[in-house]
């Protein structure tokens, strides 16, 4: 048993690494299209996950709002190549990653509990590749270990945050796998393909992580869900939704560049194809004041 505690720390010290550098970039607030709106429509709330978990989660996240005597609204996000558990009232899945961006509508009052994986961290607890279920959802039953009603019931019927992430948490950990080092790779090349200044094709990423381009994209299929090229490209979307939402956001065709897209006009299509907006309006909506990471 001693000779498993070196193996530990050096687990947990990856993942550590992986997570200090994604914080590093202000990671949590990005993805959300219209922060400043958010703010006044939600609250967000983010907690870490216990030891044993930080190999396969990033983070357990709250959403909540209370919209009643309001008209209707549409929260977009952009998502992440993460898979998430979502303890949602009716509806508790496992979700796959999202290619384009998702619209919550917000309606009432609710509240919905996540844990976010880190990219390749679902695999371990499930038995088919990430690939499978891109873009859909997938039942959760067999990884609660219990039927999803009465895993959300669980969660969901707490009456604060911890005790709500106390509860997922503890179903997590009763089916806790065992370290899988394939998992921990997928998560530092997704770390790296999210750097700042870091690669913009596949080529530079296989390059600077010293991998081939097969088992890379091999991995990626089992592991993430989605292509390398298509997580560099949104990562670049990410930061560049980010810069343009700060007080000192960038001239377009300097971003455009920066992020090596092929011109101003390629940046522009791929932003408004997944914000609703082009760059410049996006920048106009945001211009306000500056967005603080978290």
């Given amino acids: 048993m001693a000779s498993l505690v070196p193996r530990r720390r050096q687990i947990l010290d990856k993942a550590d690494s992986t997570r200090n550098l994604l914080a590093a970039r202000g990671q949590a607030p990005k993805g959300i299209v219209d922060p400043r709106a958010a703010a006044r429509r939600l609250r967000l709330a983010t907690y870490p996950p216990a030891a044993a ?94 039927p999803a009603g009465e895993a959300e019931a669980r969660v969901l019927g707490q009456s604060d945050d911890l005790a709500m992430v106390a509860q997922a948490q503890a179903l997590l950990l009763a089916k806790l796998p065992p370290i899988d080092d394939a998992a921990l790779l997928a998560a530092r090349l997704t770390a790296a393909a999210a750097a700042h200044h870091g690669p913009v094709n596949v080529a530079q990423l296989c390059d600077s992580m010293a991998i081939g381009e097969r088992r890379l994209q091999r991995l990626f299929a089992n592991y993430v869900g989605v292509p390398p090229k298509w997580v560099i490209q949104r990562y670049r979307l990410q930061e560049a939704i980010w810069r343009l939402a700060q007080a000192d956001a960038p001239d377009l065709a300097s971003l455009a560049q920066e992020l090596g897209f092929f011109d101003q006009a390629h940046f522009s299509r791929s932003f408004a194809e997944l914000v609703g907006s082009t760059p410049l309006d996006y920048r106009r909506s945001q211009a306000t004041a500056p967005v603080k990471a978290a």
């Fill in 53 to 146: 978990l930080a190999p396969f989660v990033e983070y357990f996240w709250l959403v909540e709002w209370d919209r009643r005597g309001c008209a209707p609204e549409t929260q977009r996000v952009l998502p992440y190549p993460n898979a998430h558990l979502v303890f949602d009232l009716g509806r508790t899945a496992i979700h796959g990653v999202v290619r384009g961006a998702f619209d919550r509508p917000l309606t009432g009052a609710g509240k919905v509990l996540g844990v976010r994986f880190t990219p390749g961290g679902l695999r371990p607890f499930i038995s088919q590749s990430l690939s499978s279920f891109t873009g859909t959802t997938l039942a959760a039953d067999a990884l609660l270990g219990m």
